[in-house]
T-cell receptor, first 115, second 110 residues
Framework: NAGVMQNPRHLVRRRGQEARLRCSPM?????VYWYRQLPEEGLKFMVY????????ESGMPKERFSAEFPKEGPSILRIQQVVRGDSAAYFC?????????????FGPGTRLTVL | RKEVEQDPGPFNVPEGATVAFNCTYS??????FFWYRQDCRKEPKLLMS???SGNEDGRFTAQLNRASQYISLLIRDSKLSDSATYLC???????????FGQGTELSVKP
């Protein structure tokens, strides 16, 4: 049973370009969480999605960032017009339940570098 | 005040030492608590859950004090392989998102 997959593992973009990060949850998991870890900082929640629905986007920056989890295919975190401050590791996690106790299994992350 | 606060670290200890990490959380309604481990900023991995009654897993013991909103992790007989960053984590009651402390770095030396 494959774990959570993320691609690409490393992504380099120039300022102003778009970045698309993909996350395929574990088989049978319908809940996806995205977290960001800035250099020298802890992980911060960004957004929580279920299939075709955004449940909680309280951690998402107000502009340039969007996320989706379509009925078919991986979850996508999209960053438009990237800036140097977007350079970070982006982790996605999946679980089989939303509320309450639910172990979240993390993918290996995508390391975004903005030049 | 941060939602989850940890000892600043880093902790540098010799092999065989006992080391304790502390963590406090701000939301008294929080119900679920965990310690995660992160190696070299790779993906975090669940180390253990934390229960009010305390729980032990080999050399690792976790404790929760709800009255003080305080969580601890004790590592006995430290190994070189314990070197990592230890993350105190609280689950948000509403939607299940994880709230991470900033992490405490442990370095175990020979």
């Amino acid at each position: 049973n494959a774990g959570v997959m993320q691609n690409p593992r490393h992504l380099v973009r120039r300022r102003g370009q778009e970045a698309r990060l993909r996350c395929s949850p574990m088989k049978g998991h319908s809940h996806v969480y995205w977290y960001r870890q800035l250099p020298e900082e802890g992980l911060k929640f960004m957004v929580y999605l279920q299939k075709e629905n955004i449940i909680d986007e309280s951690g998402m920056p107000k502009e340039r960032f969007s996320a989706e989890f379509p009925k078919e295919g991986p979850s996508i975190l999209r960053i438009q017009q990237v800036v140097r401050g977007d350079s970070a590791a982006y982790f996605c996690a999946s679980s089989d339940r939303g509320q309450g106790y639910n172990e979240q299994f993390f993918g290996p992350g995508t390391r975004l570098t903005v030049l | 005040r941060k939602e989850v606060e940890q000892d600043p670290g880093p902790f540098n200890v010799p092999e065989g030492a006992t080391v304790a990490f502390n963590c406090t959380y701000s939301n008294s309604a929080s119900q679920s608590f965990f310690w995660y481990r992160q190696d070299c900023r790779k993906e975090p991995k669940l180390l253990m859950s934390v229960y009010s009654s305390g729980n032990e897993d080999g050399r690792f013991t976790a404790q929760l004090n709800r009255a003080s909103q305080y969580i601890s992790l004790l590592i006995r007989d430290s190994k070189l392989s314990d070197s990592a960053t230890y993350l105190c984590v609280v689950i948000d009651n509403q939607g299940g998102k994880l709230i991470f402390g900033q992490g405490t770095e442990l370095s175990v030396k020979p």
